[in-house]
């Protein structure tokens, strides 16, 4: 596909953009590559493009961006000098429009025939997307087949959100550099998205509404104001013990992350993994509409979380504070997890993390925890002063049977050290730990 068919595949609306030319060092570029000029002259006649990048600006749906996409039947889609005026001169105009930016990116990467001029550009491109961030503007990328080298490590994986084609090859090492023995899933979007580099692996057929709903997803207008919380999806009553609390919050009847997020968003649209290599299956992190408002949301699912899920979190609440968006964190863990495997993977400074990022966020966070309230790895998502409980929750120092077991107590006292702990959602309104217990929808 070209640039221009990529382009046609997600707008009808697209006012190319050119910045001014700089005349060339020299016939054959800046290293007076022999050749060079006439592979860029029959590369041109080809593809009908004067570079391997065009962008401009595009409305998709009803938002308007500025449109990036690479043309990879010119020289690959590599990047060389021009290229990198492009790109810079693209992050520039939608810091001046105030526009998020797409990038419909197919690249092998730098360009052989330019040598270390070539490979800078990824500085000037790696600036250019550094100032956008700093103006509180979203980057979306698509990646699509193939995207390596440096077009992949900061047009593609330096955006905000990052969706792939299915199929599209993509890494950091192309096909002709990477290990022989390398696993080829490794660098397919499926492989990347597992891996999670990628936010979601997209059909061609579905990506213009896929971007118009990031678009609204990722824009706000006026005020940021707290999310609402929700409302409890049971009638359950509140608990008459510490032990009825920990039961109730336990039981397998109890509403769960993914049923209040459907019932509390119009659409979602979810962030897929820490960028560190780690995904968490017991952790859902994205952007939806409620209430035709864009609400950042960070839920654990019931289940011990690990370093990715608290790294995952952190990100998206970053990216919330950058965009202006208020955050809904939904706190659902019997604790984070423990084994040697979340050791060694960081959990210490996974969790950490999170806590700084829930710190430091300037926009409203509002939680609400809906179930088990398990320690450290529960709090690290807690909003402090705008956390709510549902009846058939509770939040403890720590889960009473690890409570009994450090004061040397017998498994015949762990209800009473249940009562101890004062972890009852009525416990933690009068402690001040929590605003309220919120009921449901109608009560």
Known sequence: MSAREAVASVTGSFTEHR???????????????????????????????????LYGTAWIGDRECVLVSFEFGFLGGSLGGRTGDRLEAAYALARERRLPLVSLVATGGSRMQEGMIALIQLQRVARASTLLRAAGLPQIAVVRDPTTGGGWATVGAGADVVLALPGAQIGFAGSRVRPADADPYAYTAEGQLAAGQVDAVVPPDELPGTLNRWLTALTVTGRTEAAAVPRALSATGLPATGWDAVEQARSAARPRAEAYLDAYFEYRLPLNGDRCGGTDAGLLAGVGLHDGRPVAYVAQCGTATRPAGYRTAARVVR?????????LTLVDTPGAANDAEAERAGAGAAIADAFAAVAAAGVPVTTLVIGEGGSGGALALAAPGNTHVTSDSYFSVIAPELAAAILKRGPDEVRSTADQLGLRPQDLVDLGIARSVVGPAGA
Request: aromatic content about 4%; hydrophobic content about 40%; cysteine-free.
């Open 19 to 53: 910045p001014a030319v700089r005349p060339a060092a020299a016939p054959d570029g800046p290293l007076d590559w022999t050749g060079y000029a006439e592979s860029r002259a029959r590369a041109s006649a080809r593809t009908g493009e004067e570079e391997s990048v």
């Open 319 to 327: 990216l919330a504070d950058r965009l202006g968006l208020p955050v």
